[in-house]
Structures are given as structure tokens and as C-alpha cells.
């Protein structure tokens, strides 16, 4: 199923839609509506090629809200994880997911070296695991960042920055 729902959020407009069966598949936002919809047949691709069973018949959710409220500080990342599927989703990216969700907390950032050191692996094994994230916001791969400059972003860097800007992160977005 597919809920999606617009939000306003410092003075803009962000649509969040959420694949879910039982639990949440998968989550994109985009600032304009059409933006969300490429992202989101993206993100059903990926997760058919994943083996993961998607139907993008839409549907009421409060997932949406959930992912909103995850945006905007109201709920903690790491209580919001527990609604996550983790269909498609090796192992290795599990743990980095987890680890990351669990430890860099609303407000920091952590750089790829820095995580990749943390889980025992290599900085390019933590970027391709960012990369194919597909629970952003929720599991917060904007909070990682490369050692000389704000980094990759999936979703763009404009969404990036707006992210880490909206959680008090200043450093990384002038």
C-alpha cells in the first residue's frame, strides 16, 4: 500500500509517501508532488528487484505522520525504527542502519570514515549502504557526511541540507 500526505514544515511544502504492508517498506519526500511520485516508482523498483512484494494502491496511513513527526523532532528516531520492515535489506545494511538510527542521535552527524570504523568495514561499504537506504528520514543517512564537505544525498543535496538544517545543524549546510 501507498500512503502519502503533504506537510508544511519551515515555511515549505514536503510530501512524505510510505510504501507499507504490516510495517513500513519503504519512505521517500520530495519537495513538489511530482518529485514524490518519481521517487517513490523508484523506490518500488528497488524493492521489487529486492524481492520485497510492493503495491502502490494508495491508502490512509499514519505511517506519513509518523515520518513527519520523526522530521520535525517529535518523535526519536530510534522508537520510530521499530515500524520498519527490513524486507530487502541484507544483513551488513541492517547494522549499519541500526547502528546509525541508534547512535548518532537528532542534531550530530557522524562522517563515513567514522562509521565505517565503528562497524569494523569501509567507508565506501557505508556509503553504498546510505545510498541504497530506503527508510530516510526515519533511519538518518543525512546525518552522514564526508570528511571534507556535506557529502551524497540520495533524495539531493537540497533535501540534505534542508534535513540537517531543520535538526539544528548548522556546519555542515553554509
Known amino acids: 500500500m501507498l500512503a502519502v500526505e503533504r506537510f508544511r514544515v519551515n515555511g515549505r511544502d514536503v510530501w512524505i509517501g510510505v510504501i507499507f504492508h504490516g510495517r513500513i517498506q519503504g519512505i521517500s519526500f520530495a519537495f513538489t508532488r511530482g518529485e514524490l511520485l518519481e521517487r517513490i516508482r523508484n523506490l518500488a523498483e528497488f524493492l521489487r528487484r529486492r524481492n520485497v ?27 520510530a525504527l521499530l515500524e520498519l520492515s527490513f524486507g530487502g535489506v541484507t544483513p551488513f545494511e541492517r547494522r549499519v542502519y541500526e547502528w546509525l538510527t541508534k547512535n548518532v542521535k537528532r542534531g550530530a552527524v557522524i562522517t563515513y570514515g567514522s562509521l565505517a570504523k565503528a562497524l569494523g568495514t569501509s567507508p565506501r561499504a557505508v556509503g553504498g549502504a546510505m545510498k541504497r537506504n530506503p527508510y530516510p528520514i526515519i533511519v538518518p543517512c543525512h546525518r552522514v557526511v564526508a570528511s571534507d564537505g556535506i557529502g551524497y544525498y540520495s533524495s539531493g543535496i537540497e533535501e540534505k541540507k534542508f534535513l540537517l538544517e531543520l535538526e539544528g545543524v548548522k556546519e555542515w549546510t553554509s
Do not use: A, C, H, W
Open 53 to 79: 512484494g510492493v503495491s502502490l494502491d494508495v491508502q490512509p496511513s499514519n505511517y506519513t505522520e509518523l515520518v513527519y513527526r520523526v522530521m520535525i523532532g517529535e518523535l526519536d528516531n530510534e522508537k
